[in-house]
């Protein structure tokens, strides 16, 4: 049986949180027999999520961001014809996300959905991260909300403020909602984030017990999860081979499951990015599969 052609729809550079540039992972992918990748950089968030640009393309970067991305598609047709490279984005949702998204992620061929933060994500309007007169915008995310990223190894105020079950269950909720967003994401990114710290004391245990005040306290969290994490908050591979399997699963909590309500995807023609965007009733599902990519590299055409 031939093996399985190696496709990565989900890859990030300096440009956001990676390390590498778009050249190295060329290279990488070209080395490792690779035949699709996609670009994901993390896209560019409101001032009120991440004053700081730690964890996304900033806005005034952008032009520059799809130059790169250009040079770099060059290079994979001279060194390795047989790779498509893609360009894209990892857009985190949240609420109120679908303008700023759009606006964004004009140009991307491929837009991969994904949840980070939970909860108000503050004045998403006030403007971009890193821009001029959104020094002051205050930030939701403070000590004692019930909002904020919940993959911060360095700071766990949600997950000690909701506990755990609480953040396990706003995540599957706000997944599920991107699901059916009307950016109508061309894949969702790992539906498992909430289990980064399953191997710690931040996992649910769904017995009879949780009624007793058995959960973890705020000090066993912080430790427990520190102690098991790099000091630096890691969203994305940058390498072109396949992740290995999440941990071990722990018991989920139950919802309401979006796969029941799946359509078939719109084809795709070959040649062409234009494909028709389907009614917001989407729940893609994991893991992400890369679209059939467009042979001239195309962008997607602008919303109207």
């Keep these: 049986m031939p093996a399985c052609p190696l496709v990565d729809c989900h890859t990030h550079t300096s440009f956001s949180d990676g390390h590498a540039s778009f050249e190295d992972n060329v290279r990488a992918a070209a080395a490792a027999g690779c035949r699709v990748m996609v670009s994901t950089d993390h896209l560019t968030l409101p001032a009120s999520m991440d004053a700081n640009c730690e964890v996304q393309v900033v806005e005034g970067d952008l032009p520059a961001h799809r130059l790169a991305f250009e040079d770099a598609r060059k290079l994979a047709a001279q060194i390795a014809p047989e790779l498509t490279f893609i360009y894209g984005f990892e857009c985190d949702w949240y609420e109120g996300c679908e303008p700023l998204v759009e606006h964004w992620s004009q140009g991307a061929v491929v837009r991969l959905g994904s949840v980070h933060w939970i909860g108000n994500p503050g004045d998403i309007a006030a403007g971009a991260a890193g821009t001029a007169g959104t020094e002051d915008v205050a930030r939701p995310d403070t000590p004692d909300s019930l909002c904020g990223w919940i993959d911060d190894d360095t700071n766990l105020h949600v997950w000690e403020n909701l506990g755990v079950r609480g953040v396990w269950e706003c995540y599957v909720d706000d997944w599920c909602r991107a699901c059916?967003?009307?950016?109508?994401?061309?894949?969702?990114?790992?539906?498992?984030?909430?289990?980064?710290?399953?191997?710690t004391a931040l996992h649910p245990t769904l017995t009879p017990r949780r009624f007793g005040s058995r959960w973890p306290n705020a000090p066993t969290i912080r430790v427990a999860a520190l102690r098991s994490r790099p000091p630096h908050r890691a969203r994305g591979s940058t390498i072109t081979t396949p992740r290995p399997g999440c941990c071990a699963a722990s018991p989920m909590p139950r919802c309401p499951s979006p796969l029941a309500r799946t359509r078939t995807a719109p084809a795709t023609s070959a040649g062409t990015s234009a494909r028709p965007r389907p009614t917001p009733t989407t729940a893609a599902t994991g893991p992400s599969i890369s679209p059939t990519p467009p042979a001239n590299g195309n962008p997607r055409p602008s919303p109207n």
């Design 180 to 199: 059916e967003s009307s950016l109508n994401f061309d894949a969702m990114a790992h539906p498992d984030l909430v289990m980064r710290f399953s191997r």
